[in-house]
């Protein structure tokens, strides 16, 4: 466990995410409190990232499950090993014959085959999923829920129990207790409400944009190639193009393919030719490159002045 809230902050940082004053409280919070903490925002701002920094931080194991629509639980729980089932009772068929030797009628033969069901129906040939995974670990373990929003509310109906009970009951077997209970972090793109149950369950992390110091220390420590002047005119460039009212403002992981390119083409700031070359890296729409276009003059003195 985190002992402090610097101490939560260095960590996160030394794992390559370098945290604001809030996320690095809502990390500790969680890790204490032993409560999931789910992380909303637009995409592209760190929410999967800080995930996978808490696990490195806390020396936990990540498990990861990536939500969709349709996702059930027999892929986030467990599934019976339904090919070992049959293997085993095709190796199995000596001893199977010999249990139905003498039966006296097919319902005498079914009822001593059940009497042996449980065999095919144990912890051998069951497959554990990523929430089952992560409450057996035998090592301290951090389950990552991402995207969240893209499953069916039953879903989260159904994770809701399980984070509520740190269980889970397979009839055929019993209830499986979680050995100790993980960290958990959920993530959401908002493309839908989540239940206030499951709110409520959950620490709340909103995520937005970086200010521009952070945004500035993130692309120094993963692109240390591009030199201080460029990385201060694109952090620059960028927050001056969310506030253009865009259908898509670019977010961190465009800021650092920006960066990325340019360091790659020796640029070291940004010129009206350069803008117009790399401006489609940033702006996924092309009706968001149009109104970038328009307001090249005041994007470029943003640049300058870094
Ligand atoms: N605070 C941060 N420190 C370091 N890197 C970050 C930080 N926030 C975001 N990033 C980087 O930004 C990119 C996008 O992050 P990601 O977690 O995929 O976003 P999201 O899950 O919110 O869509 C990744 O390359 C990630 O490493
Ligand atoms: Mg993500």
Redesign the pocket.
């Known amino acids: 466990m985190f002992t402090s809230l610097d101490e939560t902050a260095e960590k996160l940082a030394a794992a ?4 604001s004053r809030e ?1 690095a409280t809502a990390v500790f919070l969680a890790d204490r409190l032993e409560k999931p903490i789910l992380v909303e ?10 995930a996978h920094a808490f696990a490195r931080a806390s020396g936990r194991a990540l498990v990861r499950l990536q939500c969709y629509e349709g996702l059930d639980e027999s892929k986030a729980l467990y599934e019976w090993e339904y090919a070992k089932q049959l293997l085993y009772t095709q190796l199995l068929k000596d001893r199977i014959g010999a249990t139905v030797e003498g039966a006296g009628s097919l319902a005498d033969a079914a009822e001593r085959i059940a009497g042996e069901g449980n065999v095919f129906f144990s912890e051998r040939f069951l497959v554990a999923r990523p929430v089952l995974k992560a409450l057996t670990s035998e090592v301290p373990a951090l389950l990552l829920v ?1 995207e969240i929003d893209k499953a069916d509310p039953e879903f989260e109906a159904f994770l809701l129990e399980v984070l509520s009970d740190w269980a889970v009951t397979v009839p055929e077997i019993g209830t499986i207790r979680a050995r100790q209970v993980p960290r958990v972090v959920l ?1 959401s ?1 908002a493309a839908r409400d989540l239940s206030d149950a499951l709110k409520r369950r959950c620490l709340h992390l909103h ?1 937005d944009f ?1 200010t521009r110091e ?1 945004e500035l220390a ?1 692309v120094r ?2 692109v240390p190639d591009a030199s201080e002047a460029l990385a201060r005119a694109v952090v620059a460039a960028v927050a001056k193009l969310r506030t253009l009212d865009l259908r898509k403002p670019p ?3 465009e800021t ?1 393919d920006w960066i990325r390119a340019l360091a790659i083409l020796n640029a070291d700031r940004l010129d009206p030719a350069l803008l117009d070359d790399t401006l489609s890296l940033v702006l996924k729409y092309e009706a968001d490159v149009a109104r970038a276009r328009e307001r090249k003059g005041e994007i470029l003195a943003a640049a300058q002045v870094g």
């Open positions: 390559g995410y370098l945290p996320i925002g637009p995409a592209g701002v760190g929410k999967t990232e800080l991402d993530t793109n995520v970086p952070r993130i420590a993963r977010s961190i992981s650092l």
